[in-house]
């Protein structure tokens, strides 16, 4: 059993985690619901958009930018995935 390296590192496994209940939400909230700095939050997007767990979409509001986040099909399943293997991999390591 291989652990999705992407979604495990602590940052990426909040976004990922947030986006899976809710779908999509705007960075804004994300950056609340992480306490990432913006900089740290668009930086782990970016990641996870190369890999296309999650979609992006910039536009604006008025004259102010406004970042969309949502999780992919590809990202879903990988988040699944990641979540059945560290169940597996604890049940394991129960003595």
Known sequence: MKIDKIIHEPARLLIISHLYVVESADALFLQRQTELSWGNLSSHMTKLEKV???????????????????????????????????????KKSEV
């Open 52 to 90: 296309g767990y999650i979609r992006v979409k910039k536009d604006f509001q008025g004259s102010k930018p406004h970042t969309m986040l949502e999780l992919t099909k590809k990202g879903t399943e990988a988040f699944e995935k990641y979540r059945q293997d560290m169940k597996e991999m604890l």
